[in-house]
């Protein structure tokens, strides 16, 4: 009899065992639920803000960041492309869409918005009027522009090499980088004049430089473009626009 109570005892003290244990682990699960429910929103990564055609950006990322990044890896933004030079067939690009439907290459993005914000605090308002292209794109620009040309009265060979000074050849063009970018004016609060001059005077310190300057277009092989503005970071733009050289240039001395 004692042995039959003894072992009820046991039983039932095993019992409150495991129910205590269970009890802890239902507890540890509501508390562990209840941690991620509070912070777990906190750490998911937001994707950035697309740049706004109008109004104020979002982005904070600070010039020396952009310009940490840009010592860890500059050959990708210094890649000369041009009519000498095509894209590599390898090229690989990432993008990332803006709010009027134009793409840039994602590591320029933040730069980028920068540069539009500070221009609307000095009261100018730039829009990306073209972005990343792609080769087909490129090919119906080309197409487009000697078809005007021939309009009006130039030959098929004649327009071909006047488009040509204009519009990239595809395969040789920045816009398919994803690394340039054409910046008009909004149109509402700016005129283009005003936001040419602000770019020119500005650009170089978020590491965009003006791509086709009118005095360097014998080297560049394009005629001015006030609005064609192309990424290479903050220490190759600020040194190109102390010493007014062109990228073309700029590299030439690097070597």
Known sequence: MMVNCNNNLKQRSRK???HMILRLISVAAVIGLLWY????????????????????????VSSAGIEKNNNDETSWCLILVNRWNAIPEDYDIDLTEL?????VDTRIYPALQNMFDAARADGVYPVVASGYRTAEKQQSLMEEKIAAYQAEG????QAKAEA????????TSEHQLG???DINADGVKSNGSEVYKWLKQ?????????RYPPSKTEIT???NEPWHYRYVGIEAATEMNDQNLCLEEYLRERD
């Open 164 to 171: 040509e000074t204009w519009v990239a050849i595809p395969g």
């Open 202 to 210: 500005n650009g170089y310190r978020f590491g965009f430089i003006l």
């Open 37 to 60: 429910c509070i912070n777990g929103l906190n750490l998911k990564e937001v994707s950035p803000e697309p740049i706004l055609s109008v109004g104020t950006g979002s982005s904070n």
């Open 16 to 18: 409150r065992k495991n």
């Open 179 to 181: 690394i340039a970018v």
């Open 99 to 103: 709010s009027n439907g134009q793409a």
């Open 221 to 223: 092989g394009v005629s």
């Open 154 to 157: 130039y030959s098929v060979s």
